[in-house]
């Protein structure tokens, strides 16, 4: 049967279990019956301010997030998540493209930006009295595929795209997310992705209440504060970034012990390196979970299993995802080990790009799979393994170099902390790859011995022309390397 609505089930849930806490974040922590109370709230306040059908949500990281988010759909409108880090112009851009004229945010957050969206009607959170319970009616019943959020692309090619979530998809999402953490009596979720992202909206908001797992919230990345969190919460399942991995790494006088309870430490958004896992590995006894997807399949399409310590690839689809690999030339499935343009189906696919037919209907192919533009291979396990994007496919000479080879051999070198390699025009051979670094906190190394490194590890016409080093590579929010900004400073 396919899924209905996203808040109904976790309403009902919360409903049967209004004592029980059910999230924490940096400020309090939230019973059931709290998280009701709050949604009703917002529900009211939506329908007494706006006959927009969309709501944007500007908060940090918190239980306040889906207080707002199920408010929302109890009173039968989608969410807009927005981005806190963007620039005022690429805020109010998104306001407009998405005709919102109502965003929920909170103070501290506004005061921390500097800067506030240009929507007609602004409500911070804590102005909101939250004592009494009002009465607003039934929530809203949601067919599978009305909208229940619109979540914008970075924007890494023009303007940034509202792609359509419907509730089909977040809550198919949630359910093929749970089924692979195989969630049982005892589980803690911990996180610190911004609720803005796909990943943070359904993995770390909405999976945790469908299944009844308890969440903790905390809004700032500060490694050595989250190890504390894992230890005190006796977290079990955390979903992070292969940066944010990187950065636990370096925490001083932790170990082990403090990740005692942890089972299941989930990275996604980017690809991990060994280099990475294998410290992680080694500093507090975990392996890495790997997982895959995007915000257009809201968003996981694969993760490893949690017994499965092997490396280099994504694991299966989860349950209901369905995977192809074709050559982009011609649309044809190659075999399996053999590299082509990854394409996917699935409830949890979008149902388009927010306004932008010409957009939404070239984002699927003639079968209705939804084209990744990320290149890789199916293994004969029926494994999925990234090698790259297409579009970022360096050419050398005819030869295609996958950026992420070269990332993953220099990110072996000790002294490299985060890569990023892109192509550089070339009268010869067309293009040469170069690459940026970024090192480790007091280490260094000189470029010829980087190259030399690489040398011993890579074909020769896979070795970068030239390296660059940078304080600080430039991230998205959740810290994934922007390639094109780094092609943008080649250019400068």
């Known amino acids: 049967m396919p ?38 709230h917002i529900a009211r ?11 944007g949500l500007m908060l940090p990281t918190s239980g306040a997030f889906p207080i707002a988010a199920l408010g929302c759909w109890w009173a039968g409108r989608s969410i807009v998540p927005l981005n806190y880090l963007l620039t005022p112009d690429e805020l109010d851009y998104i306001v407009r493209d998405a005709e919102i004229d109502l965003v929920i945010t909170a103070g501290v957050l506004l005061d921390a930006t500097g800067h506030e969206p240009n929507a007609k009607t602004l409500v911070r959170m804590e102005d909101l009295n939250f004592k009494r319970v009002p009465f607003v009616g ?33 809550a198919a999402n949630a359910r093929q997310g749970a089924d692979r953490f195989e ?43 989250l190890v504390e969190l894992m230890r005190e919460q006796r977290a079990t399942v955390f979903v992070g970034t292969p940066s944010m991995y990187a950065a636990l790494c370096s925490v001083k006088k932790a170990g082990p012990e403090d990740l005692a309870t942890m089972r299941l430490p989930v990275s996604g958004s980017e690809p991990l390196s060994r280099a990475v896992n294998e410290r992680f590995r080694e500093k507090f006894g975990r392996h890495l979970v790997e997982g895959y997807g995007m915000t257009e399949m809201a968003p996981a399409t694969h993760c490893q299993r949690q017994d499965d310590v092997s490396f280099g690839h994504v694991g299966p689809p989860l349950p209901d995802v369905v995977q192809r690999v074709v050559d982009p030339a011609t649309g044809e499935e190659v075999g399996p080990g053999e590299d082509g343009e990854i394409r996917l189906d699935g409830p949890n696919k979008m149902t388009g790009y927010l306004g932008l037919d010409e957009a939404t209907a070239a984002a699927f192919d003639e079968k209705g799979f939804y084209r990744t533009g990320d290149q890789g291979r199916i293994n004969e396990d029926g494994t999925l393994s990234i090698t790259g994007r297409i579009k970022e496919l360096i050419i050398v000479a005819g030869e295609n170099v996958a950026p992420r080879e070269i990332e993953e051999a220099v990110e ?26 970024e090192f480790e906190e007091g280490a260094t190394a000189s470029e010829q011995e980087l190259i030399d490194f690489l040398r011993e590890r890579l074909a020769a016409f896979k070795v970068p022309k030239h390296v660059f080093v940078s304080e600080q590579l430039p991230r998205s929010p959740i810290g994934k390397v922007l390639r094109r900004a780094l092609k943008d400073r080649l250019a400068s």
């Open 138 to 170: 039934l929530p809203a019943d949601a067919d599978g595929e009305d909208d229940a959020a619109v979540v914008y692309t970075s924007g890494t090619s023009g303007r940034p795209k509202g792609v359509r979530q419907s509730h089909r998809a977040i």
């Open 183 to 225: 969630f049982g009596p005892g589980d803690v979720m911990l996180g610190v992705l911004p609720q803005f992202h796909s990943y943070g909206l359904t993995h770390l908001t909405v999976t945790p209440l469908r299944a009844g797992v308890p969440v903790v919230y905390t809004a700032r990345f500060v490694p050595r504060r």
């Open 412 to 437: 072996a070198h000790p002294a490299v902390k985060a890569s990023g390699a892109v192509g550089k025009a070339d009268d010869l051979r067309g293009e040469v790859p170069v690459l940026f670094v």
């Open 3 to 40: 899924p209905g609505s996203v808040h109904r089930p976790i309403l009902s849930r919360l409903l049967r279990y209004p004592t029980r806490v059910v999230a924490h974040d940096d400020r309090r922590s939230y019973k059931g019956a709290e998280l009701i109370a709050g949604a009703a």
């Open 45 to 55: 306040l939506v329908k007494r301010t706006t006959n927009a059908p969309r709501v």
